[in-house]
């Protein structure tokens, strides 16, 4: 690892993450919660009200500005390596912030509430423009689970390649294996090229 | 649309005007490739603080171990362009070390590793 003003041999970690995305209220903040080390924190970009990002704090003073808060964990595999998991934020229009979230990610869980389908759209569409590897999970909260992975996989017109699995994201071992099922992902389709 | 006067104060996010005082006045971090999950730590051989401000010196404290952008923008509960911009200043002053390189896509000994650890939690 190279340092800028390195002045001791000291290391600091390799950083990964992982994209946790959905609709509004799929469990996202709740699937971090259940894996994470640290109870979630909460970050926030400034925007202005037209949704435009603040990378630059010029004239700021005059301009109404807003917030878009990213939740997020952490989980330290070892000495070497740290996960974070980040949770998109609930609105579609933040789209500047996925883009940050999804560069050198391992990849995507979009989290799937069969009640509203149409609610994953968005990130699915998203993670398969931009060649980002992801799975579908499909959050079985309060006994929800009204349709099968087949019907599930056929309604969201999802590639054979695709997994889906279903979770309760509340759950930490069925959050884990959510995880594991993408890593495993991604690790296939870098085998494939 | 919010009255100037409304603009100063915001119920949820505190008095507004405070990021931009923090920065006094600088607008963009000089440090580049800042992401949410660069990795930052304070150095052993950091320089004297007494010109510090309190913020600065925050981030020092809560750097003694490994921390990535983001988790000190949650501690600190500031913006994270507002913490990009205080970091830079540290990195200048080489009391902060910070990776270098930006995001990349982890190869397959880096995801064995992530495996392997995530199965063991």
């Known amino acids: 690892m190279v340092f800028v003003g390195s002045d001791d041999q000291l290391t600091v970690p390799t950083a990964v993450k992982i994209v946790i995305a959905g609709g509004f209220g799929t469990g996202k903040t709740t699937m971090v919660a259940s894996v994470s080390e640290i109870a979630p924190l909460r970050t926030e970009e400034l925007l202005t009200e037209a949704g435009v990002h603040v990378d630059d704090l010029v004239g700021i003073e005059g301009k109404d500005t807003t917030t878009v808060a990213l939740d997020f964990g952490r989980i330290t595999i070892n000495t070497k390596v740290v996960l974070y998991l980040f949770g998109t934020p609930g609105q579609n229009r933040f789209w500047f912030m996925w883009d940050e979230l999804a560069t050198g990610a391992i990849g995507a869980v979009v989290l799937v509430d069969t009640r509203r389908l149409d609610s994953s759209f968005p990130s699915i569409d998203f993670f398969e423009h931009r060649g980002i590897p992801f799975i579908v999970a499909v959050n079985c909260f309060d006994g929800s689970q009204l349709y099968t992975v087949d019907e599930v996989r056929h309604a969201l017109d999802l590639d054979e390649a695709i997994p889906v699995l279903l979770c309760d994201a509340r759950d930490r071992e069925s959050s884990k294996a959510v995880l594991v099922g993408l890593i495993q992902h991604s690790m296939n389709r870098l085998a494939a090229v | ?121």
């Open chain 2, 1 to 121: 649309m919010t009255s100037r006067e409304d603009w100063w104060y915001d119920e949820a996010a505190g008095p507004l005007v405070r990021p931009y005082a923090m920065v006094r006045g600088r607008t963009r971090p000089n440090a580049p490739d800042l992401h949410l999950v660069t990795q930052v730590r304070a150095s052993s051989f950091a320089s004297d603080q007494t010109s510090l401000t309190v913020e600065h010196r925050e981030i020092m404290s809560l750097c003694a171990r490994p921390l990535s952008v983001a988790e000190v923008a949650a501690y600190l509960d500031v913006p994270l362009v507002v913490v990009k911009v205080l970091l830079s200043d540290l990195i200048e002053r080489g009391d902060v070390l910070v990776q270098t390189s930006t995001p990349q896509i982890p190869d397959r000994d880096l995801l064995q590793a992530v495996l392997d650890g995530v199965r063991g939690i």
